[in-house]
């Protein structure tokens, strides 16, 4: 009968002893959970942040790139599109005037053919190409459309009252394309077909691509 209290009381104190632990080390895990970092840590973590940036911008940024010389051929389509619409609607030649387009130039605008002056009066404001884009092919010496050799030359798109594309001296033509090009080489072309249809095509390193 002793010895059975004897080893009851054993178990009590133990468990007693084991609870006391077990509240120690909760209270422990607690407050490490709760003190916060040391500086050790938040270097370590800030180092980690900082490998990671490298690695993330350059992509993030050629990303960037990609989209806005998208986007600005796009808008120059767009802008055709619109001079091709107004040349229609006010009966009379219509162009997308881009200003030498050569390597460096960065804005277009739309004009219109004033019959009674014999000159070209711009209609709207000035369009600037994106940030790291410009006129031109870098290394590119394939044509798109029917060019025979790779040009920006002329550097406008005439269309007539009937909306086809002509040269300045109204002749239909179907030569006419503009190329732009940003600063990792990605480079877009703008065709207008003999039809007056606009495309975009976009060089992939080794050929073009769409239209897309």
């Known amino acids: 009968m002793g010895t059975s209290v004897e080893r009851a009381s054993s178990f009590s104190s133990g468990g007693r002893v084991l609870e006391g632990k077990n509240?120690?080390?909760?209270?422990?895990?607690?407050?490490?959970?709760?003190?916060?970092?040391?500086?050790?840590?938040l270097m370590v973590v800030a180092?980690?942040?900082?490998?990671?940036?490298?690695?993330?911008i350059p992509r993030v940024s050629g990303v960037v790139q990609t989209y806005r010389v998208g986007a600005d051929a796009r808008s120059i389509a767009t802008q055709l599109?619109?001079?091709?619409?107004s040349a229609g609607s006010q009966n009379?030649?219509?162009r997308i005037n881009f200003n030498?387009?050569?390597?460096?130039?960065?804005?277009?605008?739309l004009e219109i053919y004033n019959q009674s002056s014999s000159t070209w009066q711009q209609l709207a404001g000035q369009t600037t190409l994106s940030t790291g884009v410009s006129y031109g092919y870098g290394s590119i010496s394939t044509p798109v459309g029917s060019q025979s050799s790779i040009t920006n030359s002329p550097c406008y798109v005439i269309f007539n009252?009937?909306?086809?594309?002509?040269?300045?001296?109204?002749?239909?033509?179907?030569n006419y394309t503009i190329y732009i090009i940003n600063n990792q080489n990605l480079c877009f072309a703008?065709?207008?077909?003999?039809?007056?249809?606009?495309?975009?095509?976009?060089?992939?390193?080794?050929?073009?691509?769409?239209?897309?």
């Open 23 to 41: 509240r120690q080390a909760i209270a422990l895990l607690w407050r490490a959970s709760t003190r916060g970092f040391t500086r050790v840590e």
């Open 47 to 56: 180092s980690v942040m900082l490998v990671l940036a490298a690695i993330a």
């Open 81 to 85: 599109t619109l001079a091709r619409v």
């Open 92 to 94: 009379t030649d219509a």
């Open 100 to 109: 030498s387009c050569t390597a460096g130039s960065t804005n277009y605008q």
């Open 161 to 174: 009252s009937r909306g086809l594309p002509v040269d300045s001296s109204g002749n239909p033509t179907a």
């Open 190 to 212: 703008i065709t207008v077909l003999l039809s007056g249809r606009i495309q975009v095509f976009e060089y992939t390193g080794t050929a073009w691509t769409g239209p897309v």
